[in-house]
C-alpha cells in the first residue's frame, strides 16, 4: 500500500506536502466561511469566489502543461510554492488588520488560482519523476491519501480555530502560509541525481495544439475527461454545498461546518487508501460505473433531513469521489508519452476543474433560490446521466459476446475492444519504460 514510499525524494516531498496540504485546507475553509461573513450568507458570493479560484485553470493549465514538458519541473514548484506562501500571507494581514473587504478576497482567489493552474499539471508530472512507471500508480493513490489526509485534520482545526478566535479567520490564513515552507525545504533537499526527468521538450510553435491533438487522437483519454469535465463542473462542489447546508439548511457555526468537512474528507480518505491497492491502470467501464456511484450518493445526501444523516452520508460520497478521481488521474497519466504527460495532464485539469467557474456560481444560484439541498440533488443528477451516457458510448464501440459454459453451468457477458480500438494502456506503459533505458541498452 505505501510502497511508492521506499523512494527518498517522494517520501520527504509526500511527508512535506502533508503539512502543507492541511494548511491549504484551512485556508479554504477561512476563505469560504470569510466571504459569508462578508456578503451576509450569500450563496451566489461563495460560489463566485470558488469560480475565481478554479477560473484560471482554463486559461493557464496548458501553459503549465507546456513549462512542465520544457522546464526542469523541481525548480518550477520551488517558484510556485513562494508565491502561493505569500498569498496567503496577504489575505492574513488584511483579515488581521480589519482591512478587507470582499473584492480583496476575489482578487486574491484568483491570483491563488492563477498560481495553482500552473502548479497543478508540473506537480502531477513531477511526480513520475521521483518515482518512475512502476510506482506512478500507488504514488498517484498515496497522494490523493495524503491530500484527504490533510482534508480530513485541516477543516476541522479550521473550524475549531476560527470558532476559538471568535470568528477570527486570520490565524488560518497564516498558518497556511508558513506551512508552504515545508514543501519549499523538501524540494530544495531533493536529490537530483535520484530524478529521472523526461527529456526536455524544445521550444516550438503549436504545442499547445500538439497536446490538444494527442489527446483528441486517443478516444479513451476524451472519455475519462469528459468524464473528468460533467464530474467536476456539476458534483465536485462540495466546498459550496456543504457550506450552505450548514449554515442555512440546519442553522450552525464554523465548528459544524467544519465537522462536515470531516466526515467527507473521512470517505475520501477511505476511497484514496483503498485505490492505493490499485497497481495497474483502471478500465473505462470502472470510471464509468464509479462517476455513477458517486452520483447516485449526492443525490441521496442532498436527499438526507438531519444535520447527523447528512453527516453519514457524506462519508461514503466523499469516498466515490475520490475512487473516481484516483482512478481518473492514474488512468490519464498511465495512457500518456512521458514528453506528452504535461500537457496532457494540463488538459486533465483544465477539465477537471475548469468547469467550477460555471457550476460554483450555478450551484451556488440554484442552492439561494431552491435551497441549499438542491445543489446537491439536480448536480448529483446530471453526474448519473453523464455516467448512464459514457456507458452507452462505451457499448457502441465494444464487441459483446454472451458465453455459455456447461461445467460448472455459467452465463458470463464479455466485453472486449473492438479491433478498430486505439492501442492498449500496457502497449503505451511498456513504450515508457523503453524510453527511460539508458541510450544503447538493449531490451530483451
Known sequence: MFRALRVRN????????????????????????????????????????????????????????????????????????????????VLGVLVATEAVELWHVFVLAGGLGAVSAVDAPVRQAFVSEMVGPALL???????????NGARLVGPALAGLLIAAAGGDTAPAFFLNAVSFAFTITALAGMRTEELR??????????????????????????LAMALAFVLGT???????????????????????????????????????LLSTRRSVRPRQRFLVGSAVVFGLFTVVAGLMPTYASFALLLIPTGAAALVFSVATNSFVQLGVDPQMRGRVMALYFMCFMGGTP???????????????????????????????????????????????????????????????????????????????????????
Not at 28 to 33: A, E, L, T
Not at 201 to 220: C, F, I, K, N, S
Request: with cysteine.
Open 197 to 222: 526527468p523526461s527529456k526536455p521538450v524544445a521550444r516550438g510553435r503549436g504545442q499547445l495544439r500538439e497536446g490538444l491533438a494527442y489527446t483528441w487522437a486517443h478516444p479513451d483519454l476524451v
Open 10 to 89: 517522494y517520501r520527504r516531498y509526500a511527508s512535506a506536502n502533508l503539512l502543507s496540504l492541511t494548511g491549504t485546507w484551512m485556508q479554504r475553509i477561512g476563505q469560504d466561511w470569510l466571504v459569508l461573513q462578508l456578503s451576509d450568507d450569500s450563496g451566489i458570493a461563495l460560489g463566485l469566489i470558488t469560480a475565481l479560484q478554479f477560473g484560471p485553470s482554463l486559461l493557464l493549465s496548458m501553459y503549465g502543461g507546456v513549462l512542465a514538458d520544457r522546464y526542469p519541473k523541481r525548480r518550477l514548484l520551488l517558484m510556485t510554492q513562494v508565491l502561493m506562501g505569500l498569498l496567503s500571507l
Open 358 to 444: 460555471v457550476g460554483a456560481p450555478l450551484v451556488g444560484w440554484i442552492s439561494e433560490h431552491l435551497g441549499a439541498p438542491w445543489g446537491l440533488i439536480l448536480g448529483g443528477a446530471v453526474c448519473v446521466v453523464a455516467g448512464l451516457g459514457a456507458a452507452v458510448f462505451l457499448s457502441r464501440h465494444r464487441s459483446v459476446r454472451l458465453e455459455l459454459r456447461r461445467s460448472p453451468l455459467r452465463v458470463r457477458l464479455r466485453v472486449g475492444e473492438r479491433r478498430d480500438a486505439v492501442p492498449a494502456p500496457q502497449l503505451r506503459a511498456a513504450e515508457e519504460t523503453l524510453a527511460e533505458r539508458a541510450p544503447g541498452q538493449q531490451s530483451v
Open 234 to 272: 456539476f458534483g465536485f462542489n462540495y466546498q459550496v454545498t456543504i457550506a450552505l447546508m450548514a449554515r442555512e439548511t440546519f442553522d450552525l457555526g464554523a465548528e459544524a461546518f467544519g465537522l462536515l468537512s470531516t466526515f467527507f474528507a473521512v470517505g475520501s480518505l477511505s476511497g484514496a
Open 137 to 147: 500508480t500507488n504514488a498517484v493513490s498515496l497522494n490523493s491519501t495524503i491530500f
